[in-house]
């Protein structure tokens, strides 16, 4: 099977998508490069370079570099899927929501149910997140949470290469508004992805591991970290069962509730912060559901109440570790 | 003047059909049986009116509307009974009562929405012309808002937005004098809108909005530009609103008679009918006819509207998603 990179996959699917279907059209900055400009045309393919090639193959009636104008693009984006098409706009940073918030919260999310069940509105939005790159504050965020705070939107947070492109894939397809997370830190990350299309679905959990003696929950690229941390702990004779739900919106927490009635103990690993975070939405939901099959209490494994610092080793302070993932389950399973 | 019979007699009954749903909702609102909040149009039908007979009845041409949004909904043929049971929040409702005044819309046949959000409707507008421009339907999208929301930045994004990409938009600025309290004479900087969108590269002209005949030119010569793929334009059109921003609202902040003056001397629907009487283009017989015709309307939306049950509990969670 081909060995691709994390942007490589993106562009794929939306290469395919974009084959398929000629309503899906795509927006955001520099998503081609160079518009307006002296030099070459399509050059850059997105900041991270996921839509590279794609102006060239598809044309201007495609491909739409924008000014940077959140408000204005991210609101074309709703206005264009109500009225037809399929956008795929590009929300740089998830940091910029704020420029864009009512776009992303007050209409594209509420069009359906304000309108009674009688329209939709299919676009996606890319949009870059997570700690790791030295990016600090302002570029950085882990705001999935606040996505999966409002209804009407769907939340996609994949953790390899191969879950990108097929949950890219579906997220084009889908009727509804979807928000599509993609952390800086793993776009070159690279990974076994089919050539053909395929779909990965919404709302359904991958599990990454069998184990045992408790379950990890994680997402997006603390699944990575969750993975070193169960080899760690497997050599110590503690099996952990790993499970990536792959949407945060979708929840499939019945996947969760099913793995922690086997292992009795939950972790949760999450890079957003810890008030109203993942961590804390997964947790209100399985000690609700599940308090009687566990054996002891739930820990979440996330950053501290603090915003994404600079400086490299406050940095990797911030972000969730193997080392504190093998800690906490450890500090559930009675220390073995 | 280059409208037939037919055509004023559908432009006057827009207008009384307006008239007579914001002033009955007026006083029914003032029963306390209607829930939430309610901003009428009363003054301001020569805008919607003029401006919307110029669209396509099909869903090709939208019109992005703003809090104020009956009179918008009413010019681009949305179910007048239907649009009664939504203001009420009632089963039957236009959006099945989840939307009620401030959400009222039907995109089947283009109508966006009326929007919460001040501003909220100008980027909306700019994909639903980048979707007539990707599938080339000829479609034009016309953006109403208020003086407000001139002053907003997704407002001034959106011109930009549709000024690079010469999509086809028309914005139009119903300046009724305040932005809920505030004078539009003070909040827009600069002082000339007009002026304002010559800075985005787009033209525009102010039209006075009590005069029906100014309105519909105006618009008439923008729409026409637009589709021949001039990309946006811009119309200001000033008048006055009759009643507050929301209903209950005591508009002390209004000076004294400014309503009165205006309802007497300026009212659009007077202007309207004396010019084609005057010019002996309609009977004034027609005319009342249309008047008895719409007070029957609205008498019957009001009356099934009260009779129309409450939604049904279950529908509560429906219609978040497609799936989910």
Known sequence: MPVITFREALNAAMRNEMKRDENVILLGEDIAGGKGAGGQQDAWGGVLGATAGLYTEFGPDRVFDTPISESAFIGAAAGAAVTGLRPVAQLMFVTFFGVAGDALFNQMAKFRYMFGGKTKTPCVIRTLYGAGTGAASQHSDCYYPIFTHVPGLKVVVPSTPYEAKGLMISAIRDDDPVIFFEHQAMSGDKGEVPDGEYTVPFGEARVVREGKDATVVALGRMVQFAEKAAEELAQDGVECELLDPRTASPLDSDAILKSVKKTGRLVIVDESLPRCGLASDISAIISEQGFHTLKAPIRRVTPQHNHVPFAPNLEQAHIPSPEKIVEAVKSVTGGK | ?324
């Open chain 2, 1 to 324: 003047m280059d409208l037939d019979q037919e055509q004023l007699l559908d432009a006057y009954r827009c207008m009384r059909t307006i008239r007579m749903f914001e002033d009955r909702l007026h006083d029914e609102f003032a029963t306390g049986q209607i829930p939430g909040f309610v901003h009428l149009y009363a003054g301001e039908e020569a805008s919607a009116a003029g401006v919307i007979r110029h669209l396509h009845a099909d869903e090709t041409d939208t019109v992005a509307s703003t809090h104020r949004g009956h009179g918008h909904s009413i010019a681009v043929g949305c179910d007048v009974k239907a649009m009664m049971k939504e203001i009420y929040g009632r089963k039957g409702g236009l959006c099945n009562a989840k939307g009620g005044s401030m959400h009222i819309a039907d995109v089947s046949i283009g109508m966006l929405g009326a929007n919460g959000i001040v501003g909220g409707g100008t980027s909306l507008s700019c994909g639903a012309a980048l979707t007539a421009k990707v599938k080339k339907t000829g479609g034009v999208a016309v953006s109403f808002f208020g003086d407000g929301a001139f002053n907003q930045g997704m407002t001034l994004e959106a011109m930009n937005f549709a000024r690079v990409y010469d999509l086809p938009v028309l914005f139009v600025l119903e300046d009724n004098g305040y932005a809920e309290s505030t004078a539009s004479s003070w909040s827009i900087g600069g002082g000339d809108p007009v002026q304002r969108a010559a800075g985005f590269g787009i033209r525009g002209e102010k039209v006075d909005g009590r005069d029906f005949f100014a309105v519909t030119h105006a618009a008439g010569e923008a729409i026409k530009a637009i589709r021949d793929g001039g990309g946006p334009r811009f119309i200001h059109i000033d008048f006055l609103r009759y009643y507050g921003h929301f209903e209950g609202d005591a508009t002390t902040y209004r000076p004294k008679n400014e309503v009165r003056d205006e309802r007497k001397y300026l009212d659009p629907l007077n202007l309207f009918r004396a010019r084609v009487l005057q010019g002996e283009i309609l009977s004034e017989d027609a005319l009342n006819r249309i008047d008895d015709e719409v007070a029957s309307l609205i008498d019957e939306a009001v009356d099934e509207a009260r009779e129309a049950p409450a939604p049904d509990l279950s529908t509560l969670t429906t219609d978040v998603y497609v799936s989910y």
